[in-house]
């Protein structure tokens, strides 16, 4: 039998005939000088060094044409057949750059790796624009320039538009920067509105003419705002008041004040105005309410609210006729919630010269014995043993539209339920410690 040689295998013989081929064409480029030309696309424009230069003049490269330009190549064969637009550097030669202004500057490249035998032939295109000055930042108030809107009259109060944020900071060349004269937000709305409007806007800028400029070379902190312009409804509200030291059962309905402005319109957000029933005033202290007694109360309305007809404070005037008033002395004096293990009772015996308020045929049949004085021991702020001038509340029970003006005290002995005080039991302790000191 025949033995079969390596060189009989087919696979084999494609193999050797490939690697053979491979080295033989390395062999003959590595050896050969042969050029070739070739054209790259997309290569950026390298601006990295240029603001270290430039700010040695006191310049700042305000802003440049950056396009991506093609640069052609000449090289070796083996040198160039991988080259990409990563390998080759573009920048432009600012040597000749010593003022401010627009400069048309020559591009120049290189190829990023120094041993490769690749020279730049053309860059295309050959040249950029670039503009140099000082830089300079001014800060403006945003205005809004809104036209075309409108809100029912009868029913609807427009406010003053706002604007969020309220201003923009712009900065660029000191030419440039110098010809901006305002900043706003613009928009014929062309609406009738009847509940507040929202929108944001591109901010634009104006020179003094009211002309907007092309700013390319100027950067801002924001670009746009939003605008507000607060649609409110109308209503008209009445004013209302409490009352305050009532005494018990005492017919607070049945008196009569002259308001100056019994009833007030305001203006408020369209959502919550219907469910807005009445101003609270304030409170009437029944213990000052005298016969030609004028209180002023400051009118208060909710956050967002407006008093169309800027009534700032409105006057209560105690209608008094048929009124008069009267002193008393009075010498019933109740003490009430009395706390556990104490008894109490009054020291004052009578409470001079209280003065009533009432009708005058009710004030007039009074007698001392239907005024009431009463301690609530539950109000005071402590209980402790001993004599305590507290505070007393005046009623005329049973007697209608009849109170007391003014403040009273009386004086109240509060005892222990043994019926000895904090004061007695320290007198009787201190007349043991002198017995006992006398003895020694």
Same mark, same amino acid.
Request: charged content about 25%.
């Given at each position: 039998?025949?033995?079969?040689?390596?060189?009989?295998?087919?696979?084999?013989?494609?193999?050797?005939?490939?690697?053979?081929?491979?080295?033989?064409?390395? *062999?003959?480029?590595?050896?050969?000088?042969?050029?070739?030309?070739?054209?790259?696309?997309?290569?950026?424009?390298?601006?990295?060094?240029?603001?270290?230069? =430039?700010?040695?003049?006191?310049?700042?490269?305000?802003?440049?044409?950056?396009?991506?330009?093609?640069?052609?190549?000449?090289?070796?064969?083996? !040198?160039?057949?991988?080259?990409?637009?990563?390998?080759?550097?573009?920048?432009?030669?600012?040597?000749?750059?010593?003022?401010?202004?627009?400069?048309?500057?020559?591009?120049?490249?290189?190829?990023?790796?120094?041993?490769?035998?690749?020279?730049?032939?053309?860059?295309?295109?050959?040249?950029?624009? =670039?503009?140099?000055?000082?830089?300079?930042?001014?800060?403006?108030?945003?205005?809004?320039?809104?036209?075309?809107?409108?809100?029912?009259?009868?029913?609807?109060?427009?406010?003053?538009?706002?604007?969020?944020?309220?201003?923009?900071?712009?900065?660029?060349?000191?030419?440039?920067?110098?010809?901006?004269?305002?900043?706003?937000?613009?928009?014929?709305?062309?609406?009738?509105?009847?509940?507040?409007?929202?929108?944001?806007?591109?901010?634009?800028?104006?020179?003094?003419?009211?002309?907007?400029?092309?700013?390319?070379?100027?950067?801002?902190?924001?670009?746009?705002?939003?605008?507000?312009?607060?649609?409110?409804?109308?209503?008209?509200?009445?004013?209302?008041?409490?009352?305050?030291?009532?005494?018990?059962?005492?017919?607070?309905?049945?008196?009569?004040?002259?308001?100056?402005?019994? &009833?007030?319109?305001?203006?408020?957000?369209?959502?919550?105005?219907?469910?807005?029933?009445?101003?609270?005033?304030?409170?009437?202290?029944? &213990?000052?309410? !005298?016969?030609?007694?004028?209180?002023? *109360?400051?009118?208060?309305?909710?956050?967002?609210?407006?008093?169309?007809?800027?009534?700032?404070?409105?006057?209560?005037? *105690?209608?008094?006729?048929?009124?008069?008033?009267?002193?008393?002395?009075?010498?019933?004096?109740?003490?009430?919630?009395?706390?556990?293990?104490?008894?109490?009772?009054?020291?004052?015996?009578? %409470?001079?010269?209280?003065?009533?308020?009432?009708?005058?045929? =009710?004030?007039?049949?009074?007698?001392?014995? !239907?005024?009431?004085?009463?301690?609530?021991?539950?109000?005071?702020?402590?209980?402790?043993?001993?004599?305590?001038?507290?505070?007393?509340?005046?009623?005329?029970?049973?007697?209608?539209?009849?109170?007391?003006?003014?403040?009273?005290?009386?004086?109240?002995? %509060?005892?222990?339920?043994?019926?000895?005080?904090?004061?007695?039991?320290?007198?009787?302790?201190?007349?043991?410690?002198?017995?006992?000191?006398?003895?020694?």
């Amino acid at each position: 039998m025949k033995k079969q040689s390596i060189f009989d295998n087919r696979t084999f013989l494609i193999v050797v005939s490939l690697v053979m081929a491979f080295l033989a064409w390395l *062999f003959v480029s590595m050896d050969s000088h042969d050029t070739k030309g070739k054209t790259i696309e997309g290569v950026t424009i390298d601006m990295q060094d240029v603001d270290e230069s =430039i700010n040695k003049l006191g310049l700042s490269m305000i802003s440049t044409e950056q396009p991506k330009v093609s640069v052609k190549v000449e090289g070796v064969i083996y !040198d160039i057949g991988n080259l990409k637009a990563s390998d080759i550097v573009v920048y432009p030669d600012i040597s000749k750059v010593t003022t401010a202004g627009v400069h048309t500057v020559t591009l120049r490249g290189e190829i990023r790796d120094g041993n490769k035998n690749i020279t730049v032939q053309e860059i295309s295109p050959s040249s950029v624009q =670039i503009k140099f000055d000082s830089l300079q930042t001014k800060t403006l108030n945003i205005k809004a320039q809104l036209s075309g809107y409108s809100a029912p009259v009868e029913d609807y109060l427009i406010r003053d538009v706002s604007v969020t944020p309220i201003n923009v900071e712009i900065t660029g060349s000191a030419e440039d920067i110098s010809r901006v004269s305002q900043c706003v937000v613009q928009k014929d709305i062309n609406e009738e509105l009847t509940s507040t409007y929202n929108e944001t806007l591109p901010l634009k800028f104006l020179d003094a003419d009211g002309n907007e400029l092309d700013l390319k070379y100027i950067t801002s902190n924001v670009t746009e705002a939003r605008v507000t312009i607060p649609i409110l409804k109308k209503k008209v509200v009445p004013v209302s008041l409490d009352y305050l030291n009532v005494p018990d059962g005492f017919p607070v309905n049945r008196l009569n004040f002259n308001i100056s402005n019994e &009833k007030i319109e305001v203006a408020g957000p369209t959502e919550v105005i219907d469910k807005y029933k009445e101003i609270p005033l304030g409170q009437i202290d029944i &213990k000052s309410l !005298d016969i030609g007694e004028v209180e002023s *109360f400051e009118v208060k309305l909710p956050t967002g609210f407006v008093n169309t007809q800027n009534i700032q404070n409105v006057l209560v005037q *105690f209608d008094s006729e048929g009124m008069v008033k009267k002193g008393f002395n009075v010498e019933n004096i109740v003490i009430q919630n009395v706390p556990l293990n104490y008894r109490a009772q009054a020291t004052t015996s009578e %409470i001079n010269n209280v003065q009533i308020v009432g009708p005058k045929e =009710i004030v007039d049949s009074l007698l001392a014995g !239907d005024i009431v004085a009463t301690v609530d021991l539950n109000e005071s702020s402590s209980i402790t043993s001993g004599q305590i001038e507290l505070p007393v509340k005046i009623s005329v029970p049973k007697k209608g539209l009849v109170w007391a003006v003014g403040d009273y005290k009386a004086i109240v002995l %509060i005892q222990d339920a043994d019926g000895e005080t904090q004061a007695e039991q320290t007198m009787a302790t201190d007349s043991t410690a002198d017995s006992e000191a006398e003895n020694k």
